[in-house]
């Protein structure tokens, strides 16, 4: 009930690629689904949230895409640069943002 | 966005010895921080829940006797390591709620080693 299963592990993809990451959730009292980036060495940064009232959200290349009726949400990123290459979790929270995070996926985007 | 600091980003120590991270929100003030615990290449796991002024909540299998915990400031909480062994050897990060808990804002980790 209190899992987050995150796919894939991990995801090459050349630059300019769109790289998908995808979250699927148990407990339907999650109310917050925030995205994390974290290179190594380093603690997570917040990347973009959206709620379940919400389909999809946009922030700059980054994009959530939310499907409360199959209790899973995705992280698309536009156009991956070099850069972008880091480990990204999805997590899951209800009120009180104790997090439950997702297994993570090494994302590599090739020059 | 809100900074929070952690401190030291590494630390070295005996076994047998105890060593102290701290956590500060630099720019707004949290009645609640989070500790998590990040083994190599793996998730975050949340080992416990900290109130200022209050007892922190710890999950399921997480020591309180060894993982200490005081948040006794709104800009600070500490994690006290006790009598520290090598399975102890870990990331520590520490996150801390904006006064509009919207969201959670994360420090940089600490890296304990325990030799």
């Known amino acids: 009930q209190q899992q987050v299963k995150q796919s894939p592990q991990s995801l090459i993809v050349q630059k300019g690629g769109i790289p998908i990451i995808n979250c699927a959730y148990e407990n339907t009292a999650f109310d917050y689904f925030p995205w994390y980036q974290q290179f190594p060495g380093k603690g997570p940064a917040l990347l973009i949230a959206?709620?379940?009232?919400?389909s999809e959200k946009k922030e700059g290349r980054f994009t959530i895409s939310f499907n409360k009726s199959a209790k899973q949400f995705s992280l698309h990123i536009m156009d991956s640069q070099p850069g972008d290459s880091a480990t990204y979790f999805c997590?899951?929270?209800?009120?009180?943002?104790?997090?439950?995070f997702g297994t993570g996926t090494r994302l590599k985007v090739l020059a | 966005g809100a900074v929070v600091s952690q401190h030291p980003s590494w630390v070295i120590c005996k076994s047998g010895t105890s060593v102290k991270i701290e956590c500060r929100s630099l720019d707004f003030q949290a009645t609640t921080m989070f500790w998590y615990r990040q083994f190599p290449k793996q998730s975050l796991m949340l080992m416990a829940t900290?109130?200022?002024?209050?007892?922190?909540?710890?999950e399921q299998g997480v020591e309180k006797d060894k993982f200490l915990i005081n948040h006794a400031s709104l800009t600070l909480s500490t994690l006290t390591v006790t009598s520290a062994h090598p399975e102890d050897s870990s990331f520590y990060i520490c996150?801390?709620?904006?006064?509009?808990?919207?969201?959670?804002?994360f420090g940089q980790g600490t890296r304990l080693t325990v030799v």
């Open positions: 996150s801390a709620l904006t006064g509009k808990g919207t969201e959670a804002f």
């Open positions: 959206i709620r379940p009232d919400v």
């Open positions: 900290s109130n200022e002024g209050s007892k922190a909540t710890y």
């Open positions: 997590a899951a929270s209800k009120g009180t943002y104790k997090y439950i």
